[in-house]
């Protein structure tokens, strides 16, 4: 649906946010110009109600949709937050609510506006919301009719992510206040794919690798030198990018073995490098990774097609995959992750089905399933711009999904942790499967900001979890190369400065 200007009666920004959000989502475009709008103007307006006999916040959204002729449309609709809601969080989550509902109430045949797998539910962590009804006493079947009522979720989808959270619970639980994981950005990679937008640089010449040893080497000190002052115990150690092993032999051997020497220790539960791609993988770094206890790798092939491969710039064939595949197992890697992208230019739902019969033959102890998300910064938004590049429609990339997802249901898998990112395919998700026994320890961490992670290295996070208040604080290093060479004693010191606000300067948690 097309229309020339759209109006919102605060100017507030969250209640703009979540207006736009809802338009966004059914694909509603403001064209600017009436000559092919179908509407000439869309007001829309929220209001505080009083409250109900019980005290809980009311709110009511009108939709004004007036037409070329000079006709207008009105259409109303009246909701109530619940005793568990902030009076905010109620008002911001019922205007889109309603404005959801009057969409698809009186647009939906018109215009062609469909229901949307999660609804409203459009955070990264939707699993989030789940854990913190299960904390306050909800069984998994109340939380499945909860998540329809409050948030329009599909009962696919609030069934898929109810489960997941449930059996997060024992993985969650290990952790306490002083426990943390390590994170290790190594922002390299050998060629920068089609699709990427993450800060990641082509490998540079050996003078800036020199550099940016050194520098790395001064910040993991940092962090080391944090891990003891406060008496953390480091459950996790993952080390990803870019593609840490774009490195070469001599300087990535170096790395894990700093890495190693700082914070593995017997009770370490997890460490991960992502290797990724063949053509950075050698016979040395697979030593290396044996000898130094890595505990899992991810081989990221995101596809199995050849014509794939080519045009979003990989520079290596999936025969070269299974080779790679082989040799981690060969030498004794306990866990192998995969990743499959689904929705990449070109692919068709056969091309997903013929990769993940690939894949599973490998039998990976656990496959991640992304959906493309074509993000500002990348390649391949700036050549859909310059010249028309085909993607998969919306119907096929679900449909890709359900291919891929039987897949690892077959192959004895299940999904543990999902998180979503803007701008989807077919406004899908990412989820992480694996077979029992399997999970990743970090992935889980990470994605549920359960636990506090210390993060080294071009373009980390760091992220400490406030027990006392129930939220998460962060100091992030520069995403840009030259920055985080130049400026390490700041981003050493704001990290510093951070795990105080939280830790408390004598070390003891507040």
């Known amino acids: 649906m097309k229309v020339e200007t759209l109006t919102i009666n605060d100017h507030q920004e969250v209640v703009v946010k979540i207006t736009k959000e809802v338009v966004r989502l059914f694909r509603i475009e403001v064209t600017g110009s009436c000559a092919d709008a179908d509407y000439a103007q869309l007001s829309v307006v929220h209001r505080r109600l009083a409250p109900d006999a019980e005290g809980h916040v009311r709110a009511q959204t009108t939709l004004y949709a007036f037409r070329p002729d000079g006709t207008c449309e009105q259409y109303a609709e009246q909701g109530t937050g619940t005793a568990d809601e902030t009076a905010s969080a109620a008002y911001h989550r019922l205007w889109k609510l309603l404005l959801y509902r009057l969409f698809l109430a009186h647009f939906a045949s018109y215009a062609g506006i469909e229901p949307a797998p ?17 904390r306050g006493g909800m069984d998994a079947a109340a939380i499945i009719r909860r998540l329809q009522t409050n948030y329009a979720c599909s009962r696919e ?18 952790s306490d206040a002083k426990t943390v994981s390590i994170y290790v950005g190594i922002p390299f990679c050998l060629t920068r794919c089609l699709y990427c937008s993450f800060p990641s640089n082509v490998l540079p010449g050996e003078k800036t690798l020199r550099t940016f040893m050194a520098v790395f080497e001064k910040d993991l000190r940092a962090v080391q030198a944090l891990v003891a002052r406060y008496g953390f115990r480091v459950q996790n150690i993952y080390v990803g990018g870019g593609t840490p092993t ?13 890495v190693h020497d700082a914070f593995w220790h017997k009770g370490l539960v997890e460490f991960t490098v992502e290797a990724g791609r063949p053509d950075s993988m050698s016979e040395t770094k697979i030593a290396a990774m044996q000898r130094l206890g890595v505990t899992r790798v991810s081989v990221n092939p995101q596809t199995m097609q050849q014509k794939t491969l080519d045009l979003i710039g990989r520079r290596h064939t999936p025969e070269e995959v299974v080779t790679m595949f082989h040799a981690l197992r060969d030498a004794g890697i306990p866990h192998i992750n995969m990743d499959v992208i689904l929705g990449l230019p070109g692919e068709t739902a056969a091309d997903v089905a013929d990769t993940m019969a690939k894949i ?29 590049v085909d993607l998969p429609s919306s119907d096929t ?28 395919a077919g406004d899908l ?41 129930h939220c998460l ?7 840009d190369l030259k920055t985080y060479l130049r400026d390490i004693d700041i981003y ?19």
């Open 118 to 134: 999660w609804g409203i539910l459009h955070g990264v962590r939707p699993t989030k919301i789940v854990h913190r009804w299960r």
């Open 157 to 174: 989808k609030a069934e898929l992510i109810v489960p997941m959270a449930f059996r997060q619970v024992p993985f969650l639980e290990k």
């Open 246 to 258: 774009s490195l070469p032999d001599a300087f990535f051997d170096a790395m894990l073995t700093m």
């Open 360 to 388: 599973v033959a490998l039998a990976p102890d656990d496959i991640t399933l992304h959906a493309l998300a074509i993000k500002r910064g990348s390649r391949l938004q700036k050549l859909m711009e310059e010249r028309h």
């Open 397 to 424: 990339t679900r449909r890709m999904s359900e291919i891929a997802q039987a897949a690892v249901k077959a192959a004895g898998m299940q999904p543990y942790y999902l998180y979503r990112q803007g701008y989807m």
């Open 429 to 469: 998700e990412n989820i992480g499967c694996c077979r029992p026994g399997a999970e990743g320890m970090y992935n889980i961490q990470i994605m549920e900001e359960h636990q506090t992670i210390l993060g080294i290295g071009g373009a980390a996070a760091t992220k400490c979890v406030d027990h006392r208040h």
């Open 473 to 479: 604080h962060s100091a992030f290093n520069a995403k």
């Open 492 to 510: 050493i010191e704001k990290r510093a400065q951070l795990l105080a606000s939280i830790y408390g300067n004598e070390g003891i948690p507040c």
